[in-house]
């Protein structure tokens, strides 16, 4: 059998989300299929050269091994090791720099800009949301007044300064390379991850393919979330491409056998 590094941090501590169990599950399957062994990234190197294909998971947020992660990427570029997912996303894999760059050409994504004194595109509200642009699992997320916003020194560049958007719901779309395998939303907006099977509209799935598809990843899992405005709009949150939760947990016995089809399919597929 083909073998698979399956990089992961069985220790990370993540509000609202079991990491270690939803990698237990899947490399419990997954072993039926390939010679696999779980590996954390800090200690991938020794082993990276015997895998056939380095499956990138549930590594936490690259804030806590930010020097361990550049160095991988590196080494993957340089001496061109098989990953899914590949490195050459264009959404959270390099930051949330797109999230500027995609507001201001006009996608629907949350209204974001960089620095304090841009903050007029983002127009009138009673309050901002602030984060790193390299952070996750709301590391750094604040919550502030227009006031307190401007008492702030955030011209650096280094912040996302976003209204506080006053949505219904958050809804997440997965992808297993191109091809969307469910969609999952949670009703109550203050439980972000107490989640429910959502079924997507046509105009939904447009929505999450046009991001999919402006990404332009050779192949990987991606989650698109997004929450639905009061005028029933979506507006893109992220785009997760390095190493999105994927909540397999908590689907239905039938869509979580679908989504390990083909994920084993995508990696069969990559070696």
């Given at each position: 059998m083909k073998k698979i590094l399956y990089l992961t941090d069985l220790c990370y501590q993540a509000k609202g989300r079991e990491y270690f169990r939803e990698d237990l599950y899947i490399t419990g399957v997954l072993k039926d299929h390939f010679d696999i062994a779980i590996c954390h990234i800090k200690n991938a190197e020794a082993y990276e050269d015997q895998a056939d294909l380095i499956v990138f998971?549930?590594?936490?947020?690259?804030?806590?091994?930010?020097?361990?992660?550049?160095?991988?990427?590196?080494r993957v570029h340089e001496k061109g090791l098989n990953t899914y997912n590949t490195f050459d996303g264009k959404a959270d894999m390099r930051g949330k720099q797109y999230l500027v760059d995609l507001s201001a050409e006009g996608f629907p994504v949350t209204p974001t800009v960089d620095r304090i004194e841009n903050i007029a595109?983002?127009?009138?509200?009673?309050?901002?949301?602030?984060?790193?642009?390299?952070?996750?699992?709301?590391?750094?997320?604040?919550?502030?007044?227009?006031?307190?916003?401007?008492?702030?020194?955030l011209s650096s560049g280094e912040m996302l300064i976003q209204p506080a958007v006053d949505f219904l719901y958050e809804v997440s779309f997965y992808y297993v390379n191109d091809r969307m395998v469910y969609a999952m939303y949670a009703p109550d907006k203050g439980k972000r991850w107490a989640l429910r099977k959502y079924e997507p509209t046509p105009l939904d799935k447009a929505f999450?393919?046009?991001?999919?598809?402006?990404?332009?990843?050779?192949?990987?899992?991606?989650?698109?979330?997004?929450?639905?405005?009061?005028?029933?709009?979506?507006?893109?949150?992220?785009?997760?491409?390095?190493?999105p939760f994927l909540s397999v947990l908590d689907l239905d016995e039938e869509t979580r056998a679908e989504f390990m089809e083909e994920f084993i399919a995508a990696l069969r597929g990559s070696m």
């Open positions: 998971r549930n590594t936490g947020s690259v804030i806590g091994y930010r020097d361990t992660y550049d160095c991988f990427v590196r595109r983002l127009g009138e509200c009673a309050r901002y949301v602030i984060k790193p642009k390299d952070g996750a699992d709301s590391i750094g997320l604040e919550f502030l007044t227009k006031e307190e916003l401007l008492s702030r020194n999450a393919d046009s991001f999919v598809r402006w990404n332009t990843i050779r192949r990987g899992i991606q989650r698109v979330d997004a929450c639905r405005t009061h005028d029933g709009k979506l507006l893109l949150v992220e785009l997760e491409d390095l190493n």
